[in-house]
C-alpha cells in the first residue's frame, strides 16, 4: 500500500515520469501549488512508464485522452476536481502539507492487520481487470485467506502481534476501571446469589424456605434489611474485583506478550491462540486468587449475615477473624476457588476466542461494534455453568465458623473441606443442590463479562489510538 505526497513544482516529481510515478501509488495527496501532468507529448514522445494505462483507468479514457494529447499541467485543485488525487491540502510555510497529510493515512492504515490490507487491495485491483462475477469470486478467495490466516485482526483481548502493545499502566487503568464499574452495578444480583448459595432448605415455591424465588428474595431483603442491603460487602467486593482482575488481566497480557515474542508458535494461528489463552488464562486466574481470597471471605460474610450483625465494619471483621481463626480463616475456601477460577477463566477467554472466530464468518459485520460484548457475556455464561458446583462450595466454606451469622437464615452445616461439602450437599439438597443461586448467577455471569470485557477492550483501544494519533 503506498501513499504519495505531490507538494509543489520546485521537485518536479509530479510531471511525466514524476507523475507516471505517483499514478502507481495507491493513494494521491496534492497541495494546492502542485503542478501535475503528462507533458512527454510536448517532447515528441509518449508517457512509457505506465501513464498511458493508468491514467486512463484512473479519471477515465476521454479525460485521459484530453490531458495525454495536450500535455496540459493541473494544479491541485483541478486535479481533485478530476478524481486524478484523493484530496487536496492548503500548502503550509514549510511547504510539507501534502507530506503531513499523507503520513496521517500512511499511520491509519499501518494500524490496520497487514494481510487484510494486502488482500484488499489484491481484490480490488484484480477485480478491475475482470467482470463483475469474477471479481466477486476474487474478492471471496482474498475474503478466505484472511479468515484463515495467522495475520487476520483478532478484538481479542490479549497479545496480538498486529496491535501496539499496551504499557502496564495502561492495562492497569483499563482492567480496574471495567471491574469497578462492572462491580457496581452488579452487586444486588451478587447479594441474591450468595444467599441463595448459602441456603440449605430448598429455593422453591411451596416451601417454608426464606427464600423461594428469585423476586420473593428480592423483596424480602428489601423488608426486612432496606435498600443497604443489596449492596452489603461491596466495599470488600470492589476490592476483590479490582484486585482479581487487575492481577488476572496484567498476568494475562504480560504472559501472552512474553509467550508471542519468545515461542511465535504460540500466536501462529487462530487454534495455537486459542490453547494458549486456555493455558495462559487459567495461570492468570490462579495467580489472582492468592492475591485476593482474603477479600473474598469478607465479601461473603457480609453478604451472608442478618441482622443483627456480627460484622459492623471492615477493621472489626478482620479482626475478629485473625483472633478466633488465625489467618487460616482468610484463605476458607481457597482450594475450590483456584479449582473454580483458573477452569473458569480459562474456559471464559476460550470460549470468547473461539466466538469472535465464528462471528467472523457470520454476515453481520455490521453488528460488530457489540461483538465484545455479545461475545464475552456468552463466554462468561457457559464457563460459569460448567464450574458452578465449585463456586457454591467456596461460598460454603468460606461461612464456617460463622454459623452465628447465619442462625437465622435457617439450617446451618460445617464442612470439614471440598470433597465433604460437595458430597454432604449431594446426600442432603440432591444433585440439583450443587447449583443453587444459578439464576441469578448466570444473569450476572453474563453481565459481568459483558460489561467487564466490553469496557476493557474499548478502553484498550482507545489507549491505543491515542498513542497513534
Known amino acids: 500500500m503506498t501513499v504519495v505526497n ?34 512527454e507529448t510536448k517532447l ?29 499541467i493541473l494544479n491541485g485543485q483541478q486535479a481533485y476536481e478530476i478524481r486524478l488525487v484523493n484530496e487536496v491540502v492548503k500548502q503550509n510555510e514549510q511547504l510539507n502539507a501534502a507530506y503531513q497529510r499523507s503520513l496521517e493515512i500512511a499511520q491509519e492504515i499501518v494500524q490496520q492487520g497487514p494481510l487484510a490490507v494486502r488482500m484488499a487491495k489484491q481484490a480490488i485491483n484484480k477485480g478491475l481487470e475482470v467482470d463483475l462475477q469474477t471479481g466477486l469470486e476474487v474478492e471471496e478467495g482474498c475474503y478466505d485467506t484472511v479468515l484463515t490466516s495467522e495475520d487476520r485482526i483478532e478484538d481479542m483481548v490479549g497479545y496480538d502481534p498486529e496491535k501496539k502493545n499496551l504499557t502496564s499502566s495502561q492495562i492497569l487503568i483499563a482492567s480496574t476501571t471495567a471491574s469497578f464499574t462492572s462491580r457496581f452495578l452488579l452487586q444486588p444480583i451478587d447479594v441474591i446469589k450468595i444467599r441463595f448459595q448459602l441456603q440449605i432448605e430448598p429455593i422453591r415455591n411451596l416451601t417454608n424456605s426464606k427464600y423461594r424465588t428469585l423476586f420473593q428474595s428480592i423483596r424480602l431483603i428489601h423488608y426486612e434489611e432496606g435498600l443497604r442491603a443489596f449492596w452489603k460487602g461491596h466495599i470488600a467486593a470492589q476490592v476483590l474485583s479490582m484486585t482479581f482482575n487487575s492481577a488476572q488481566m496484567y498476568a494475562f497480557e504480560k504472559v501472552t506478550k512474553q509467550l508471542g515474542e519468545m515461542f511465535p508458535i504460540t500466536t501462529s494461528s487462530p487454534t495455537a491462540k486459542t490453547i494458549t489463552h486456555f493455558v495462559i488464562g487459567s495461570l492468570a486466574a490462579s495467580i489472582a486468587v492468592i492475591s485476593c481470597q482474603p477479600a473474598d471471605v469478607l465479601r461473603t460474610r457480609f453478604v451472608g449475615q442478618g441482622e443483627p450483625k456480627i460484622y459492623h465494619s471492615y477493621i472489626q471483621a478482620i479482626s475478629l477473624i485473625w483472633t478466633r481463626e488465625g489467618y487460616h480463616g482468610f484463605y476458607r475456601g481457597l482450594i475450590p476457588a483456584i479449582i473454580l477460577y483458573a477452569p473458569v477463566s480459562a474456559l471464559t477467554f476460550g470460549f470468547y476466542e473461539l466466538f469472535n472466530r465464528a462471528w467472523d464468518h457470520l454476515p453481520i459485520r455490521k453488528f460488530d461494534s457489540i461483538k465484545h460484548g455479545f461475545n464475552g457475556g456468552i463466554a462468561g455464561v457457559l464457563a460459569k455453568f460448567v464450574v458452578y458446583p465449585f463456586d457454591l462450595a467456596k461460598k460454603r466454606l468460606e461461612v464456617v465458623k460463622f454459623e452465628e451469622a447465619r442462625s437465622k437464615f435457617g439450617q446451618t452445616r460445617a464442612y470439614s473441606g471440598l470433597i465433604n461439602c460437595l458430597s454432604e450437599t449431594i446426600r442432603h439438597e440432591g444433585f440439583t443442590g450443587l447449583y443453587k443461586g444459578m439464576t441469578p448467577s448466570l444473569i450476572k455471569a453474563y453481565l459481568s463479562t459483558a460489561i467487564t470485557l466490553g469496557i476493557y477492550d474499548s478502553i484498550c483501544n482507545r489507549f491505543r489510538q491515542i498513542s497513534s494519533d
Request: charged share 20%; net charge positive; aromatic share 2%.
Open 6 to 39: 505531490i507538494e509543489s513544482e520546485r521537485s518536479g516529481l509530479a510531471l511525466g515520469g514524476g507523475l507516471e510515478l505517483a499514478l502507481a501509488c495507491d493513494i494521491r495527496i496534492a497541495a494546492q501549488t502542485a503542478k501535475l501532468g503528462l507533458t
Open 44 to 72: 515528441g514522445i509518449i508517457p512509457g512508464a505506465g501513464g498511458t494505462q493508468r491514467l486512463p483507468r484512473i479519471i477515465g479514457p476521454p479525460k485521459a485522452k484530453e490531458l495525454i494529447y495536450t500535455g496540459r
